[in-house]
């Protein structure tokens, strides 16, 4: 009957299309997950890069076929969800604190990168349609300032879901198996930026040569080789996933393949126990070689489901 099911789901994916008309068919198939750890570069030219333990092991892992938004979600299709629902953002209603969220602000001068608060700040009255406190006009742009909570929202409204980490890395790589990048394994091939990242000095000075100091409007940049928009940089992307860092690591201990994995059942952060995360993957505008190199497709991210940031969005996935 499995014959039935994919139909089903197939006749369901097109049945939403008019919520959000552009997807791609990811194929099924089986490839390696994770990474060990960056090339060298500029900053460090004698290291392998920054260590990633939570990327390792790297293991294989097959996946069934699914169709996934060939962009994130913009600021005017997430403004029709709004229309038709009513729905307040975590940002618009948070209840423990004032509606806000947490801004990146460059510093004056050279900080420590060990305290992120140094360039992170809570700002009262933002969120997707106030990105500078501001009533903005919905666009083109990856909306932002998205809670775990408000991306599986929209997700179930429009009749899909987030992506499982595996199905969005396997996406990411578009074909491209034990790669480094979404497009290969040069940063810059031709010398060309192929994704919105951070350049200059991390974090008070983007000399911005890829053309944008913050966001970039969705497709911005050459699609990878399964059609699919920004799955490295711009913003980082919501999951379904809980976040374990030694995840891997179990799923490689019997040796097999492992098919088609949703994550661990519950969540724990060494460096903040007790505080629930989810994974984000594909990096954002603020990752660079200084400081952040979560750029990588095999690399891993993660935050709070409540939390909400000027450089976190999602995309959707219809698959069984």
């Not at 460090?44 to 699914?66: A, I």
């Not at 949703?262 to 603020?286: A, C, H, I, T």
């Amino acid at each position: 009957m499995k014959w039935l099911a994919v139909a089903l789901w197939i006749a369901v994916a097109c049945m939403n299309l008019s919520k959000h008309p552009k997807m791609a068919h990811i194929p099924s198939g089986i490839f390696w997950m994770g990474c060990v750890a960056g090339p060298p570069t500029s900053q460090s030219p004698n290291q392998s890069g920054l260590q990633m333990p939570d990327c390792q092991s790297v293991h294989q892992v097959k996946l069934d076929s699914f169709w996934m938004d060939q962009t994130l979600v913009t600021q005017e299709q997430f403004e029709r969800f709004i229309q038709e629902t009513g729905y307040l953002t975590v940002a618009e209603r948070r209840t423990e604190f004032e509606p806000g969220a947490v801004v990146f602000t460059p510093p004056l001068g050279p900080v420590s990168l060990e305290n992120a608060a140094n360039w992170w700040k809570f700002q009262p009255g933002v969120n997707w349609r106030r990105l500078s406190g501001k009533m903005t006009k919905p666009s083109r742009m990856p909306v932002v300032y998205i809670a775990w909570d408000d991306a599986d929202r929209y997700c179930r409204w429009a009749g899909k879901r987030l992506p499982t980490e595996a199905e969005f890395e396997y996406a990411a790589r578009g074909g491209l198996d034990r790669n480094l990048y979404s497009w290969g394994n040069e940063l810059k091939p031709k010398g060309r930026w192929m994704a919105n990242l951070f350049q200059g000095h991390f974090p008070e000075q983007n000399s911005k040569e890829d053309g944008f100091d913050q966001l970039s409007p969705v497709a911005s940049y050459p699609p990878n080789g399964y059609g699919l928009y920004d799955m490295t940089g711009n913003v980082w992307e919501w999951t379904s996933d809980w976040y374990r860092p030694d995840f891997y690591q179990s799923l490689t201990s019997s040796e097999k393949v492992t098919t088609n994995p949703k994550g661990p059942d519950d969540s724990f952060d060494p460096l903040e126990p007790g505080v629930p995360k989810r994974v984000q993957r594909g990096g954002s505008f603020l990752c660079s070689e200084q400081y952040c190199r979560r750029y990588l497709v095999g690399a891993r991210g993660r935050a709070e489901p409540k939390s909400g940031a000027s450089h976190t969005g999602f995309r959707c996935v219809v698959g069984p």
